[in-house]
């Protein structure tokens, strides 16, 4: 098989007219050819750190709208699904993932649970890590988001970095905000990168003390303006990633939609493509080919360096999309599960109090960090009430894995004027998360939640619109189009319900994160990220 273009050298920073010949899946002739073909063939885009289950979709379903972007390769943080299911669920991503072309590389996740303060339906420890790291299909030590835990010398923390270096697996960080004494024992412990910047300060530093950096951009957290100007001149040790990419922006573009913003800021093409296809091959050790003799025949035909709209995507030699089709096919799989509370009852999600002021969280729009302020309390009764008219709703997490009394707590920027909007997508032991304007709509959304197995969902009244996710109660059993679709109409319902949040859904997703600061709510209480501690509701 031959394909003419225009060759985009990016080692050689040169493009040039030429053909490539690919025999078996390989490279096997890459030369210099005059024809009138001016489209160019590059290698292909890798996302760089990406949790797949948060597209809400399976691997081979996420393969097949990720081709049509360009996508030929992910590094991808299986550590929801272990959340629920341990280890058996890094295995049920990596065998399910083979079933397509698309190249995962998983890693082993790190910090299961997150935190001692929250439920999961799982545990990895350290002799986990060892036998997952000893797997040749983990590539490396996914995030490790406990960095209390490295800096004060946990041994269980230390043994699975440990694990990691024994077997010569780079430690992907996590370690938004962390700044100078403490990042460098961070990073002297051998944790390599950090995707969790959102300054240009604080990732410039840890640029500087050896750190690679990737810029993330995606469904919720949104980095990309705030350090994008760094990669003129560190273009080196920075890759590109979507963290979390929900199932309707997946539709529409990947890493391609971020190579056509820096160019769009005149940035030197040959460096952004390093960062975009180079960087992560060369740092993960990853299967991929970069265009070159003899390597893997992993590369894309885009129309232009401009907007990188795809032509044609192929892996290994096949082609798996052309122009807007995907030949990715449908593969069957299973829906393991493990969903394991009973319904709710309005009285549940009641708050008693009398406290003047309470400790709100603070959403921010396009970020996973939250503020704690302090507001003036609705009482009624002996009742903390929602405030809809200061925007003042009230959040609840309830454990899915066994029925206790769910933890409650109230947040602000939600913008719901009226109804719930609810989520079994709750990072990271993905326990149900609601927001809502009443107990009673709370209630009727977290009890849908629970009817399906897992899943988002909308309600107001008898109107509801849900998404079922029964596998691992966080990813779809339906097509990526279907589920991007069905995810587009509740998104639009819990717009049409007041929210003001460009992905409220995603945002929801992250307020039961304790690990990104500062005030967020597990199924265990209110937790204040800075002192790392559970905190009072009333002040």
């Given amino acids: 098989m031959q394909i003419q273009g225009q060759i985009v050298d990016i080692k050689n920073r040169r493009i040039y007219s030429g053909e490539i010949t690919v025999e078996n899946g390989k490279i096997t002739s890459i030369a210099a050819k005059e024809h009138n073909v001016k489209m160019y063939i590059l290698p292909g885009f890798i996302d760089a750190h990406i949790h797949i289950e948060s597209s809400m979709l399976v691997p081979s379903e996420f393969a097949k709208l990720a081709v049509l972007h360009?996508?030929?390769?992910?590094?991808?943080?299986?550590?929801?699904?272990?959340?629920?299911?341990?280890?058996?669920?890094?295995?049920?991503?990596?065998?399910?993932?083979?079933?397509?072309?698309?190249?995962?590389?998983?890693?082993?996740?790190?910090?299961?649970?997150?935190?001692?303060y929250e439920t999961a339906g799982a545990v990895i420890d350290a002799e986990d890590i060892k036998e997952l790291m000893a797997h040749p299909d983990i590539f490396y030590l996914s995030e490790m988001m406990n960095y209390p835990g490295v800096l004060f010398d946990d041994p269980e923390v230390l043994k699975k970095i440990?694990?990691?270096?024994?077997?010569?697996?780079?430690?992907?960080?996590?370690?938004?905000?962390?700044?100078?004494?403490?990042?460098?024992?961070?990073?002297?412990?051998?944790?390599?990168?950090?995707h969790e910047c959102f300054t240009f300060d604080e990732a410039q530093e840890k640029l500087s003390l050896g750190m690679k950096v990737l810029i993330r951009e995606g469904s919720a957290a949104k980095n990309f303006e705030a350090l994008i100007d760094l990669l003129p001149?560190?273009?080196?040790?920075?890759?590109?990633?979507?963290?979390?990419?929900?199932?309707?922006?997946?539709?529409?573009?990947?890493?391609?939609?971020?190579?056509?913003?820096?160019?769009?800021?005149?940035?030197?093409?040959?460096?952004?493509?390093?960062?975009?296809?180079?960087?992560?091959?060369?740092?993960?050790?990853?299967?991929?080919?970069?265009?070159?003799?003899?390597?893997?025949?992993?590369?894309?035909?885009?129309?232009?360096?401009?907007?990188?709209?795809?032509?044609?995507?192929?892996?290994?030699?096949?082609?798996?999309?052309?122009?807007?089709?995907?030949?990715?096919?449908?593969?069957?799989?299973?829906?393991?599960?493990?969903?394991?509370?009973s319904k709710k009852k309005i009285s549940d999600f009641e708050v008693t109090g009398t406290a003047p002021k309470i400790r709100v969280i603070e959403a921010l729009e396009g970020q996973l960090i939250t503020n704690e302020i302090h507001c003036q309390a609705l009482l009624s009764e002996g009742k903390i009430l929602v405030d809809t008219s200061n925007d003042i709703l009230k959040m609840a997490v309830v454990n899915r894995y066994q029925d206790t009394k769910p933890a409650i707590a109230f947040i602000k920027n939600f913008g719901l004027k009226k109804g719930a909007i609810a989520s079994s997508v709750a990072h990271d032991c993905h326990n149900i998360v609601v927001v809502g304007t009443s107990d009673e709509e709370i209630c009727r959304a977290v009890n849908l939640i629970i009817e399906n197995t897992g899943g988002i969902c909308a309600v107001d009244g008898n109107n509801r619109k849900s998404l079922a996710l029964p596998v691992a109660g966080i990813m779809s059993n339906t097509n990526g189009w279907d589920t991007g679709k069905s995810y587009q109409e509740i998104d639009?319902?819990?717009?049409?319900?007041?929210?003001?949040?460009?992905?409220?859904?995603?945002?929801?997703?992250?307020?039961?994160?304790?690990?990104?600061?500062?005030?967020?709510?597990?199924?265990?209480?209110?937790?204040?990220?800075?002192?790392?501690?559970?905190?009072?509701?009333?002040?």
């Fill in 492 to 539: 639009a319902m819990a717009k049409e319900l007041g929210s003001t949040l460009n992905a409220p859904f995603m945002t929801l997703s992250f307020m039961a994160l304790l690990v990104i600061p500062d005030l967020k709510l597990s199924d265990k209480g209110l937790f204040s990220g800075k002192s790392f501690s559970f905190v009072d509701l009333e002040v």
């Fill in 162 to 194: 440990e694990w990691a270096k024994h077997f010569g697996k780079p430690v992907d960080g996590h370690a938004p905000g962390l700044r100078g004494e403490p990042i460098k024992k961070y990073i002297t412990a051998g944790i390599t990168t950090d």
């Fill in 233 to 341: 001149e560190h273009f080196e040790n920075m890759m590109f990633c979507s963290d979390d990419k929900h199932p309707d922006d997946l539709i529409v573009n990947h890493i391609n939609a971020l190579c056509a913003r820096a160019v769009a800021k005149g940035m030197d093409i040959f460096k952004i493509l390093q960062v975009a296809c180079i960087n992560p091959v060369h740092h993960y050790k990853m299967n991929v080919g970069l265009l070159q003799m003899n390597d893997a025949a992993d590369f894309i035909v885009v129309e232009d360096l401009v907007d990188f709209k795809v032509i044609q995507t192929y892996i290994d030699g096949e082609l798996v999309a052309e122009n807007g089709q995907s030949f990715v096919v449908h593969v069957p799989f299973e829906t393991p599960n493990n969903f394991n509370t």
């Fill in 70 to 116: 360009g996508t030929v390769a992910t590094i991808s943080d299986p550590h929801e699904i272990a959340n629920v299911l341990g280890k058996e669920g890094v295995y049920y991503m990596i065998e399910n993932s083979k079933k397509v072309p698309l190249k995962f590389h998983f890693g082993a996740p790190s910090c299961v649970p997150a935190t001692a």
